[in-house]
C-alpha cells in the first residue's frame, strides 16, 4: 500500500509540473525582466523572470535592458516554468528559449540584471561578478542603484495622502 502511495504522489508531482509548462510566443516586453506571453491556447500571462531583477524603465540602463530582451527573444519560441504569483498578480516562472536557453542567464551575463539575494544561486551570482568584472551592462556605470532600491526611493519622494 505504501507503494501505491508513493506512486500516486510522484504521479501528482509530475502532473504538476506539467501542469504550470507553458508553450507560447512573447508578444511584448514590459521591461527588463518582465514579458506578456500568449501560450499555444492563446491565453495570456504575464510573467516576472523569477530570482533576477532588471533596472526600472526609468532607470539608466532599464531602457537597454528592455531592449537587450526584444532583441534576445525576438522571433523565438519559448517555454516557462511558472512557479507561482507575485504580490501583484504576475506571474512569476523561469522562460527558456530555443533548446532550453535560460533567460535569466543571458541577463546576468549580458550586465542587464542582479541576482535577487533571497533566491541566489551560485551559478547565479557567478554570472554576476563575471559581469561586475568585466563592466558589461549596467556595470559599466561605477555604482548602479539596484532597482529595490531605487522603488524603495521613489515610494518615498510620493506625496503622502491625506
Not at 509530475?14 to 507560447?24: F, H, I, R, S
Not at 504575464?46 to 540602463?61: C, M, N, T
Not at 523561469?94 to 542582479?114: C, H, M
Not at 541566489?120 to 556605470?141: C, I, M, P, V
Request: charged letters at 25%.
Amino acid at each position: 500500500m505504501k507503494i501505491f502511495g508513493a506512486i500516486v504522489m510522484m504521479l501528482l508531482i509530475g502532473w504538476n509540473a506539467v501542469a504550470n509548462t507553458v508553450k507560447g510566443k512573447v508578444v511584448s516586453v514590459v521591461d527588463g525582466n518582465t514579458l506578456e506571453i500568449v501560450s499555444e491556447d492563446n491565453e495570456t500571462y504575464k510573467v516576472v523572470l523569477a530570482g533576477i531583477d532588471s533596472p526600472e524603465l526609468e532607470q539608466e540602463f532599464g531602457e537597454a535592458a528592455k531592449e537587450f530582451l526584444e532583441k534576445f527573444i525576438n522571433d523565438k519560441a519559448i517555454q516557462v516554468q511558472l512557479q507561482g504569483k507575485d504580490r501583484w498578480g504576475n506571474y512569476v516562472g523561469v522562460v527558456y528559449i530555443n533548446k532550453g536557453t535560460d533567460l535569466r542567464k543571458a541577463l546576468l551575463s549580458n550586465g542587464f540584471a542582479w541576482v535577487v539575494e533571497k533566491e541566489a544561486t551560485e551559478e547565479f551570482k557567478k554570472l554576476e561578478q563575471k559581469a561586475r568584472e568585466q563592466g558589461t551592462g549596467l556595470w559599466k556605470a561605477e555604482s548602479p542603484t539596484p532597482p529595490w532600491v531605487f522603488r524603495r526611493q521613489q515610494t518615498m519622494i510620493q506625496p503622502k495622502a491625506g
